[in-house]
């Protein structure tokens, strides 16, 4: 079956059979990418929700120096002295959810969630969300809106736990998404390593993915910025990659467990002084 008779004329001339054809080698289907409509919904989530905070803050109702007010109204910002991103201001971002080590400890444990969701001004939110745009729409198409909407959750949830864990004076209001974001950073950088062997130039690529990370960083050097929020997303997110973006890593799994228990077991143990609040972006 499937064998080529042989040619009576080679069997005349006394040579051998030709042997059948090859066959080609085996090529993988390329994976069709899945289409990215997560990254652009909590895109289009996050302004939306500036948009409340800033109906919400009303500064017009308590201020006569709001910026751009006669062309936005009561969605004007506060003045510059009080916020320099063009923002809310301090109370109004509380109100709504912004993270304080104090209230989380006093029970309201959902603002490691609602924080994340939050900005302290129009100039943080773009930040974040153009950097939201370029790193996760590849993710998104690679992995899914699943792997990358659990990622992002949990890196912020991370990113959360850690700023609160470093406040070790209660004093710190911190609200934004790069813990969040961060967290896609990791996770690219795990997956680069697991895949380290598929990629053609290794080192292009580690460098690269090594200097945003460093850069991206180095912002959380600037006066008001939580760093220890960027910290702790980013290494959350580095260990759920192993989990989420590839096969799973137990040892990933067990570390990123344990490092969570621990973080809110502790956070829940202790208590901290009362003091006047400053405001720290992420």
């Known amino acids: 079956m499937g064998k080529r008779p042989p040619n009576p004329s080679d069997i005349e001339n006394g040579l051998p059979p030709l042997p059948p054809p090859a066959r080609p080698p085996f ?87 609602s924080c994340i969701w939050l900005h302290g001004g129009l100039l943080h939110l773009l930040a974040n969300m153009i950097s939201l745009l370029c790193i996760g729409m590849r993710l998104e198409q690679e992995f899914g809106f699943l792997r990358i909407g659990a990622l992002y959750v949990l890196s912020g949830l991370g990113g959360s736990l850690m700023s609160c864990l470093t406040d070790s004076r209660g004093e710190r209001v911190s609200v934004g998404a790069s813990g969040a974001l961060f967290g896609l950073l990791g996770a690219m950088l795990s997956e680069l390593i697991t895949n380290w062997t598929i990629y053609e130039n290794k080192c292009t690529a580690l460098m690269t993915l090594i200097l945003i990370i460093a850069l991206n960083l180095s912002v959380g050097f600037l006066p008001r910025v939580d760093n220890s929020a960027h910290c702790g997303g980013f290494l959350a997110g ?41 405001r720290d972006v992420n």
């Open 27 to 113: 090529r993988p289907p390329i994976p069709v990418p899945w289409y990215a409509w997560l990254v652009p919904l909590i895109f289009a989530a996050n302004f939306v929700t500036f948009t409340i905070t800033m109906y919400v803050n009303d500064c017009p109702a308590r201020s006569d120096e709001c910026l751009l007010f006669d062309v936005l109204g009561r969605l004007s910002f506060q003045p510059i002295k009080e916020n320099m991103l063009l923002g809310p201001s301090i109370p109004t971002l509380k109100r709504l959810g912004a993270l304080e080590r104090r209230l989380v400890e006093e029970g309201e444990r959902w603002r490691l969630i």
């Open 238 to 278: 580095f260990l759920l990659g192993f989990v989420l973006l590839l096969r799973p890593q137990f040892t990933s799994l067990a570390i990123l467990l344990a490092g969570f228990i621990a973080g809110y077991a502790k956070l829940l143990r202790e208590h901290t002084v009362g003091s006047e609040p400053f």
